[in-house]
DNA sequence: CTAGGGTTAGCG
DNA sequence: CGCTAACCCTAG
């Protein structure tokens, strides 16, 4: 009998929206110790606030995407995040305007693609790419660098941008920097050693966790087709065709990540040193 | 104190 | 009757 339940007014949530803003994620008693928030939030405690915040980031997700995502993945973050790109859209609640507190996954996933669209940073994507296509050829001698473009380009089924080239030049020779794969004359090729390391899961894995979409299937055609096929059809409903792609793959880079930890040692150290040697390197 | 699982009230 | 939002329980 203590508890008619209390629905959250429009204020509230507000308020919650702005503590979180300004405290960050987690930081429930600190909002409520908050002059600013403390009056409009006088009947809420920690437990409630932190329980709204849940909710409202289920809703999001729920509108975003059908399927529930298990896992959110709420890290302890600082007020002063980095600009989003995405925009998800504000009928119901606006989890936050301004701030984007909420779904990290799939910002992360967003801003990692803007990065890669101004080329600045490696795509960690497009380095399983690489090694897929040069494992695919490891009978022959290697592949060059058209090749492996022109593979990538077949595997996403989309013509790749402008720059992807170059990008992908820039990544082969670190690749070979890093003792990751060789170059023999104009052609790349793995080493044997790295195969095992980096590859075990790509062929397989990759493309079974793609969305369930329904999608004809010719005789003889192998799963490996029909996943491409689906990855395209995914794109093409969302309008994003070569980003949609990226997007996908990079939501299931995510949740590698969180599945295989000597993964996330690995991938980090790519991205230091691609930005490390993109600073050495390209700085003309 | 917080996160996360569990429980229940309200609504369609 | 299923779903969601508010509320409860408890380990860490």
């Keep these: 009998m203590g508890n008619p339940k209390q629905k959250w007014k429009a204020e509230e949530e507000e308020a919650l929206r702005d503590g979180i803003a300004k405290h960050g994620v987690g930081k429930w008693k600190f909002i409520l110790q908050d002059p600013d928030f403390r009056i409009l939030l006088k009947n809420r405690t920690n437990i409630d606030l932190k329980d709204k915040y849940r909710n ?8 975003s995407t059908r399927t529930r995502t298990p896992k959110p993945k709420v890290t302890q973050d600082a007020p002063a995040t980095p600009a ?51 494992s695919a050829a490891k009978e022959q001698k ?21 720059n992807f080239r170059k990008q992908t030049g820039a990544r082969l020779r670190r690749l070979v920097q890093q003792g990751r ?11 044997n050693t790295s195969l095992a390391e980096t590859n075990p899961r790509t062929q397989k894995d990759m493309w ?18 029909a996943a491409k096929t689906a990855a395209y059809k995914v794109a093409e409903a969302e309008e994003k065709t070569y980003f949609a792609v990226l ?35 390209l700085v003309a």
């Excluded at 409202?56 to 509108?63: E, I, P, R, S």
């Excluded at 305007?97 to 996954?105: C, L």
């Excluded at 801003?111 to 940073?121: E, F, M, Q, V």
């Design 181 to 191: 794969i060789e170059k023999v004359e104009s052609c790349y090729r793995l080493k």
């Design 142 to 162: 290697g592949m060059d660098i058209g090749s492996i473009v022109s593979y990538i380009e077949q595997r996403i089924e989309i013509e790749a941008p402008q």
């Design 208 to 225: 079974s966790r793609l969305p369930l979409i329904p999608v004809h299937v010719k005789m003889g055609e192998s799963l490996e087709e």
């Design 56 to 63: 409202m980031v289920a809703a999001v997700q729920g509108t």
């Design 84 to 134: 989003p790109l995405v925009n998800i859209q504000p009928s119901p609640v606006i989890p936050i305007a301004r701030e984007p507190v909420f779904n990290h996954v799939k910002e992360e996933a967003v801003t990692s693609i803007s990065d890669a669209l101004n080329g600045s940073r490696c795509n960690t994507d497009t380095i399983e790419m690489i090694f897929e296509a040069l």
């Design 247 to 281: 997007c996908v793959r990079e939501a299931e880079r995510l949740s590698r990540l969180q599945e295989e930890a000597d993964s996330v040692l690995q991938l980090a150290q790519e991205l230091y040193d691609g930005c490390r040697s993109n600073n050495v390197l």
